[in-house]
């Protein structure tokens, strides 16, 4: 039987997350679903944010199906004990580089972005952020010097992190419209220079790939300018977190946005943590307001990549577009009503029809 492991985590997590093992359970039947603590939540129970515990039964799954971590009251916490610390460490430990972060504007739902209709009709775009390097994993430290406290995280990246995340995209592009972007910050950062030298060596692997490279600041740019220009980005860690978000909301809500952490190329089905990139969204949790789509196109993707069940991540996709054009629909996309977390993932449920393996 193949087991995946559900971390819910903390804030909306939980919630989100509930309704993203239904959905899967019921595309994908006979997976046995094993909950674990993480973040917040396992520094109250276990003493930390990441329980020997729970890497142990990740270790055991075929993939991870991850909530959201953090919340108030960890702020003056050193970053290694903080609930984002979890979050960070798994990516690490399972060498979980290539950050798969789709970001699509589904057909109906043109009039939700914040930029005109016309500008996102069709907008499909995916970024392959790098996600075990860069300013989040290199060295921190807070010293005192000359009378004065200096903070400094180093950003470090060796060449086979850039090419290993640099393939899967292109791999990813190959598969999909074909165009490239590669982000970066090449006329002032030494790793951003590396960056770019092993994007174009990994090119001439993928000669059939129009290549395409744009600093990070006028990427941001374009972004909001004609986001139907891009069809997969690549980029380091820290401007993948910023720009993945911006994208997110040109889509209306940041409230479908999906993503997949994965350490093989696109097609290889292997192990892999999914989880929406909506965060814990402290401010409506636990009130049942949350929009369960981003945790339930995560469980798409963990079909669809780690359990190389196209027809399912197919099903659950579809059921989901449907859904969002007949309704009902949380608040983040329907200023007026507001379904319940539950209603939608009802809704999106009815629509799965399972075709018997
Ligand atoms: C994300 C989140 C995380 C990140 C946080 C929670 C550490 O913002 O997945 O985008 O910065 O990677
Ligand atoms: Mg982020």
Redesign the pocket.
Known sequence: MTQIAVLPGDGIGPEVTAAAVRVLDAAHPGLTFVEAPIGANAIVSHGEPMPAETVRICSESAAILFGA??GPGHDDLEPHLRP?AA??GLRKHFNLYANVRPARVFPGMESRSPLKAELVRGMDLVFVRELTGGLYFGEKTLTHEHGHEVARDVLIYQDDEIERAVRFAFALAHMRRKHLTSVDKNNVLMSSQLWRRVVIDVAQDYPDVTLEHMLVDNAAMQLVRDPRAFDVIVTENMFG?IL?DEAAMITGTIGTASSAALCGAPDANGFGLYEP?S?TAPDIAGKKLANPIGAILSAAMLARYSLGDEAAAAAIERAVAETLVAGPRTRDLDRDGGASTDAVADAILARISVVAA
């Open positions: 971590v953090g984002e979050i960070l977190d993945s990139i965060g």
